[in-house]
């Protein structure tokens, strides 16, 4: 199939799960779409069962790998997606909260990893280093179920800068901490580097120089957007914005993510003050949360039909159980202990660490990144685990966090 046909059956299709979800399951939308893509895809291998000489489950199977959802994902929607998020969460909100966003993103990150490579590690007799990575990939919160989550609850300001700034850093942090393990685990793959003086040398220049790519572009983006007052014209800026910018940060080797994180923080901040008018802000903000919208519903359907590529057996499947209770004990480790360390210098709101682990779920990112690792014995377990946890928490966590972070979130604000 062409790259036309392709987009053109999951546009289809996602707007078709969709219209199922509204009408009978009436889940909350990505949520919704993501069970039924489910649902489909069970049921098609539960007819190649009852009827194996049709071959339809191969069918799918073999349309569902033509998508490379690894490289439609980091390569392509992951940046529009980062950028979408980042224009909705205001510099001054994040001001007050940067340092337990940094910190939640940098040694929360760290632990995350850490605790789940080496439990992994224990639990499956996996290489420590292999196991790490599988750490690294499984720690990143998905800031597209996150953000879709909070659109959902009424948090006070806090919480919320919070639990959106995190997701946002602690996803291009992840994947740059991904890069830096695959290059010391499978050196003869994608080697970034030889030994821990090229690991952070690595680290260095994918976020540092990620993060100045994404204020340089978006400040000259946005010198340009003042001169001009044409609606139309500044949405196809920020457009080319994120999609021109996350190619030259490919091509330059530094982190895509953090400078799509940077690049749309100030747009969406200072751009949105100083650089546009009022009627330019509403279309902007409007075109965005429909590109958010849209391939949010893309990217859950594709997570339900990656099922197709997932090899499933009874040992893969309890390793993806015991994952679960890692990555949740991970995730706490990854909020608790930043907020333990700030606590005698500030004050912080009830519920905000059970809220925050609960509500740090994880998505496709997680998804394409154990889909990019370089094949060896290993991949179809971390896979496989890695599904697991995702479906779980988009699932399970997705659909309960709201409750909780309501029952837990609405309590007077604290000063800071």
Not at 102 to 124: D, Q
Not at 140 to 148: E, I, Q
Not at 178 to 186: Q, S, T
């Amino acid at each position: 199939m062409t790259i036309l046909q392709i987009t053109s059956l999951l546009i289809v299709l996602a707007g078709a799960f969709g219209a199922i979800n509204y009408l009978f399951l009436r889940l909350p939308s990505a949520i919704g779409i993501l069970v039924v893509a489910l649902l489909a895809s069970f049921g098609v291998m539960l007819l190649d069962l009852v009827a194996p000489g049709l071959g339809v489950a191969a069918a799918v199977r073999e349309t569902v790998l033509e998508i490379e959802f690894s490289d439609a994902l980091l390569e392509g929607m992951l940046g529009l997606l980062l950028f979408a998020g980042a224009l909705h969460v205001k510099l001054q909100d994040l001001k007050r909260e940067w340092v337990v966003v940094m910190l939640m993103a940098t040694i929360g990150i760290g632990l995350s990893t850490v605790i789940v490579g080496y439990g992994f590690s224990w639990l499956t007799g996996m290489p420590i280093m292999i196991a790490l990575v599988f750490g690294a990939l499984i720690s990143p919160t998905d800031p597209v179920a996150v953000l879709g989550v909070l659109r959902e609850a009424d948090l006070q300001k806090s919480l919320e800068t919070k639990i959106a700034g995190e997701s946002l850093f602690n996803d291009g942090v992840a994947y740059v901490v991904f890069l830096v393990l695959v290059g010391l685990a499978f050196p003869h793959g994608d080697d970034h580097g030889s030994g821990l003086s090229g690991a952070v040398q690595l680290f260095v220049q994918e976020a540092l120089g990620g993060a100045i790519l994404g204020i340089v572009l978006g400040w000259l983006t946005f010198r340009v957007m003042r001169r001009i007052d044409d609606y139309s014209l500044e949405v196809l800026i920020t457009l080319g914005l994120a999609f021109g910018g996350y190619e030259l940060a490919v091509y330059l080797h530094v982190s895509a993510p953090i400078m799509a994180v940077c690049a749309g923080l100030l747009i969406g901040d200072i751009g949105a003050k100083h650089g546009m008018s009022e009627e330019t802000a509403r279309y902007v903000d409007a075109f965005w949360k429909l590109i958010d919208e849209i391939l949010n519903a893309v990217l859950f359907l594709l997570i339900g039909v990656e099922v197709f590529a997932i090899a499933f057996n009874m040992d893969a499947l309890m390793a993806g159980v015991a994952a679960i209770a890692l990555a949740l004990v991970a995730r706490l480790a990854a909020v608790s202990v930043p907020i333990m360390m700030l606590k005698p210098f500030r004050e912080f709101s009830n519920g905000v660490i059970p809220i925050m682990t609960w509500g740090g779920l994880k998505g496709g990112i997680s998804v394409a990144l154990a889909l990019s690792l370089p094949d060896s014995e290993w991949k179809p377990l971390i896979l496989t685990a890695t599904y697991v946890v995702v479906i779980f928490s988009i699932i399970v966590q997705g659909l309960t966090v709201t409750k909780v972070a309501e029952r837990m979130g609405r309590t007077p604000e604290l000063p800071q």
